[in-house]
């Protein structure tokens, strides 16, 4: 089982920052997939970043440039900058990791919200 906790939501302004944090507890292996998405109100959840175990990276078109997706194996940890942030990046962040080999795995955080006001 792992344990997903997200941190660092909060409001801001257009044009500004913020930095979300996810810590990863329990039985970890190597050789995964770690990744942001989120969800506006009413809309379905939509892919935001992913990192793999070995660093390479994928972005969304809409944050591309923007956003940085980071991860701290020793730490267990999962970053996102968000930069130049937007009133439509508005949305619940989830952080989610997965393995595609065995053991197979696929886990979620609780979310953290992020509010971007105009």
């Known amino acids: 089982q792992v344990q997903l906790v997200e941190s660092g939501g909060g409001l801001v302004q257009a044009g500004g920052s913020l930095g979300l944090s996810c810590a990863a507890s329990g039985r970890i292996f190597n050789f995964n997939v770690m990744g942001w998405y989120r969800q506006a109100p009413g809309k379905q959840r939509e892919f935001v970043a992913t990192i793999t175990y070995g660093g390479s990276t994928m972005y969304a078109e809409s944050v591309k440039g923007r956003f940085t997706i980071s991860r701290d194996d020793a730490k267990n940890t999962l970053y996102l900058q968000m930069n130049s942030l937007k009133p439509e990046d508005t949305a619940v962040y989830f952080c989610?990791?997965?393995?595609?080999?065995?053991?197979?795995?696929?886990?979620w955080g609780q979310g953290t919200q992020v509010t971007v006001s105009s």
């Open positions: 989610n990791v997965k393995r595609m080999v065995i053991p197979k795995y696929d886990y």
